[in-house]
């Protein structure tokens, strides 16, 4: 049986056992001072440029095979690679022989100063080793999470599309060697007074939340890690929710997509997005990469930042949470969960077991948009998200939520109100925009000023009003880009 109290991971063929550590010591601190190796970077410390970027393998949940995800190590905390696989940039060559992702950013001279190169060479083995044969797209994505101030991305793109000409590496038996690490018991780390349990079950997940309720609830890490990174908080104890499978899981039943509140939005929003492809363009512009291999929904929506991009969306197909303490479950609705700036309905040791989305039962226009400064990795100065349903030209039903115009993300009521039971038409919308002055008070920030919110919330209406009429579409599509 593994050690409790040590954390295990396999890198570059070895177990690496790790005891006495930090809770909170990140990968990259880990790499960088403990193992001295230093490719991987800190550019930011919060999980934006990427340069920090590892990628981590784990078993699938079935067992029968594993999934590579890039992960920003900046943010991530040492014992989370518990049971896993870390791969950094010195793992890919083999003695001289560059592994072909390198050859290829050598041959297309993708590489200027240096400092972001491994980053981008990481986050390029995982779409390397995941996908085959991607398009442009994919590869645009792929490098969303990283930056870059030297090159203009050109020659890193040209590296992408060469890097499969070259003979792949011999495979290794990754999925053998991973489960030879995994640990029946949970592990429990205390290091001078600071204690981090990950329960490998939500029955054991709530009863140590509940022995502990002044615990941290940490999940994906990328709100918390910036907790450690940027604002050097100490957290005493932690409890880490992603080694609890049961709630790390995401189906879907005859009325519901079912989400566990510790699923990955990488695991979520496929699944979403199936079922609501009017949610496609919104997630894809959710974060980077990195980050949603990493980071969760449920984190996401217990988080509450009013200018969360996930929220919105799912108030307007009327999600409820199942909240969990001990075990007691109780049900809410999404659009009564918070109170306040960064205020939510969560009691102490209660945490979100399950995220449950309605699937569509009827003909309504479902869509959502994110206004933001840059289209890749930006946070958003605003996010709508609106579902309509229409019968002969008349609203009979009319939902609309936006974020970063108030303290928490919340439906326009008074202009769902001016819209529902009338016809679906200019008029009408140019009625409800004069509403949304008196459903939102946005303040003046780094995105922007109040009164551009106050004109763009409206455009934002029109834009979704536009999407509707066939001739419109394509147009407002494009703009939107």
């Known amino acids: 049986m593994s050690d409790a109290a040590a954390i295990r991971f396999l890198l570059d063929g070895e177990v690496i056992e790790v005891r006495d550590v930090d809770p909170t010591r990140t990968v990259l601190q880990y790499l960088r001072e403990d193992l001295r190796r230093k490719g991987s970077k800190e550019g930011c410390a919060e999980g934006d440029c990427g340069a920090c970027t590892v990628v981590v393998a784990e078993l699938n949940r079935d067992g029968d095979g594993a999934s ?3 992960i920003n190590s900046c943010i991530q905390f040492l014992p989370t690679l518990d049971g896993k696989e870390l791969i950094t940039v010195e793992s890919l060559a083999d003695g ?24 981008f060479v990481m986050s390029l083995y995982a779409l390397y080793e995941t996908n085959r044969n991607p398009d442009r797209q994919a590869i645009d994505d792929a490098l969303a999470g990283n930056l870059c101030r030297c090159t203009g991305y050109r020659p890193i793109i040209a590296a992408a599309t060469q890097m499969y000409s070259a003979a792949r590496p011999p495979a290794t038996d990754r999925v053998a060697a991973l489960k030879k690490i995994q640990r029946e018991a949970s592990l429990h780390i205390e290091h001078n007074g600071r204690k981090f349990f990950a329960p490998i079950n939500a029955d054991e997940f709530a009863a140590v939340l509940s022995e502990n309720p002044e615990a941290t609830i940490l999940a994906g890490g990328t709100d918390i890690g ?16 992603g080694c609890a499978a049961d709630i790390c899981d995401v189906k879907v039943s005859e009325t519901h997509i079912d989400i566990g509140g510790a699923a990955t939005l990488t695991e979520a929003v496929p699944v979403i997005v199936q079922h ?19 980071g969760t929904l449920g984190g996401n ?78 946070i ?25 115009l108030a303290a928490t993300v919340r439906r326009a009521t008074k202009t ?47 834009r979704f009003f536009a999407e509707t009429q066939s001739e419109g579409l394509e147009t407002v599509y494009t703009y939107g880009r």
């Open 380 to 404: 958003s100065a605003i996010s709508t998200a609106f579902r309509l349903v229409l019968d002969d030209g008349n609203v009979t039903s009319f939902r609309m939520a936006c974020g970063g």
């Open 68 to 70: 590579l995800k890039a």
């Open 301 to 378: 929506i217990a988080n509450g930042s009013p200018i969360g991009d996930s929220m919105a969306a799912l108030m307007v197909v009327e999600t409820s949470l199942t909240l969990r303490c001990g075990e007691v479950e109780r049900e809410i609705s999404l659009n009564d969960f918070y109170h306040d700036y960064m205020v939510n309905d969560l009691q102490p040791g209660e945490f979100v077991s399950r995220i449950l989305i309605p699937l569509p039962t009827d003909s309504a226009h479902v869509s959502s948009q994110k206004w933001s400064k840059r289209f890749d990795q930006d």
């Open 416 to 462: 769902e109100a001016a819209i529902t039971g009338k016809a679906w038409s200019s008029d009408t919308v140019e009625a409800a925009c004069a509403k949304l002055a008196e459903d939102f008070s946005p303040i003046s920030d780094m995105r922007a000023s109040a009164d551009i919110r106050e004109v763009a919330i409206q455009n934002l209406l029109r």
């Open 96 to 119: 001289d022989a560059l592994h072909p992702v390198q050859s290829a950013m050598v041959a297309a001279h993708g590489s200027q100063c240096g400092f972001c190169t491994p980053g």
């Open 276 to 294: 609501y492809p009017g949610f496609d363009e919104l997630f894809r512009r959710f974060a980077s990469p990195p980050i949603r291999n990493a």
């Open 226 to 241: 910036l907790w450690v990174t940027k604002q050097h908080r100490e957290l005493g104890s932690v409890v880490y929710a």
